[in-house]
């Protein structure tokens, strides 16, 4: 690994802490062999913030181990009896599989604990999950969704989990409704945890603080950099989207994306049906992601505060933009949280040309 380019301080860079830290400490070098662990990066975040009071790197730690929780069933998921469906379906209307029900618990039971969280939202409860009277609440909320993709357990495809952390408003005790419905703008760290050939978490702790992704290294059960300051590549022509349902989409954008495929114009196809898979991606090589309304889903598929958030979020401050087809992702507020949004996000030029697309 390029030492250099993986050093915190390359890492850090925007937030000048390479000068301080060469100025009190002498010359970054890498921790390890392997690289700089998810640890490290996390602690030298914090001391960058010297107003921090170490929760949410706390939060984020344990977010860590529960992400190596699931991955470790998600690998052996065939073996562990965890393939398939529970037989029961959420508020949502949708199926739910076991490792669902398997990653919301390791995800609660890892968090709930912490003395970190006030409340978390997660997919797969149909209300706000409070942390148990025994526990000491925090300073944060946190929603997720535990297992994006969950149709592609079976295939052996990518699937992941999907977070967004905002800083509570209330003053103490356990979270109120105005702790989570409330703008993406007001996002203090988003991310996901991709579970496919690796174990990938991506993570930003502000728009103007780059996107960071970490390899989960099975044999130490450590998370390293491994992607520092992903930048989208807004030269990348890949679009996203399940053509399927073309049909049913508002004709502007039929005859936009048909238009995209002039072979002059060089673009290219691909789609998982797991959006952290196909975000992922995305962010890695540059493209953009499309889930517009259909008639099945009018409002569109995906979840306000746990996918399209986050992702817009990571989207932003990798240099992309995210939009519902009308406004900035960011800035909906929801009024429910389950919500649900249509979205377009990926490289900026891509998403303006949606966007004037659909207003014909
Ligand atoms: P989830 O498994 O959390 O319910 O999410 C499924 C979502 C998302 O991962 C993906 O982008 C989308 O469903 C795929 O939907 P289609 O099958 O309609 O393309
Ligand atoms: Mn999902
Ligand atoms: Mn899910």
């Given at each position: 690994m390029d030492d250099e380019k993986s050093s915190p301080a390359c890492v850090l860079a925007h937030m000048d802490v390479r000068r301080a830290w060469t100025r009190y400490l002498g010359p970054m070098s890498t921790q390890f062999e392997e690289g700089t662990t998810l640890d490290r990066f996390l602690l030298e975040t914090m001391h960058a913030?010297?107003?921090?009071?170490?929760q949410l790197v706390t939060l984020l730690k344990q977010v860590a181990l529960a992400g190596k929780l699931v991955s470790a069933r998600v690998n052996r998921a065939g073996l562990a009896g965890m393939f398939g469906a529970t037989g029961s379906m959420n508020i949502q209307g949708e199926y739910v599989q076991k490792m669902d029900i398997y990653a919301n618990e390791a995800f609660k039971r890892a968090l709930e604990h912490a003395g970190v969280l006030c409340m978390m939202v997660s997919e797969e409860e149909d209300a706000p999950v409070r942390i148990p009277e025994r526990f000491a609440c925090g300073d944060y909320v946190f929603c997720m969704?535990?297992?994006?993709?969950?149709?592609n357990i079976d295939t052996n495809a990518s699937i992941g989990t999907i977070f967004t952390i905002f800083r509570r408003?209330?003053?103490?005790?356990h979270g109120t409704p105005e702790d989570v419905l409330r703008p993406g703008t007001d996002i203090v760290a988003a991310g996901y945890i991709v579970y496919g050939a690796g174990t990938v978490l991506v993570l930003s702790t502000g728009l103007d603080a780059g996107v960071h992704g970490f390899t989960l290294d099975p044999a130490v059960g450590e998370f390293f950099l491994?992607?520092?300051?992903i930048r989208l590549d807004a030269t990348t022509r890949t679009y996203s989207c399940n053509e399927a349902y073309a049909a049913q989409w508002d004709p502007r954008l039929r005859t936009w994306l048909d238009g995209l495929k002039a072979p002059e114009l060089g673009w290219s196809a691909r789609y998982i049906g797991s959006l952290v898979g196909d975000v992922h991606r995305n962010l890695v090589k540059g493209g953009l992601f499309l889930y517009p309304p259909t008639a099945k889903a009018p409002s569109g598929k995906l979840r306000v505060l746990y996918e399209a958030f986050p992702l817009a979020f990571l989207c932003e401050a990798a240099g992309g933009a995210a939009t519902d087809g009308e406004r900035r992702i960011l800035e909906i507020v929801p009024t429910t949280i389950h919500q649900r949004t249509p979205l377009f996000l990926g490289n900026r030029d891509a998403v303006e040309a949606v966007l004037g697309a659909l207003r014909g």
């Open positions: 913030h010297p107003e921090a009071r170490g969704d535990p297992l994006d993709g969950s149709s408003r209330s003053p103490a005790g491994s992607h520092s300051d």
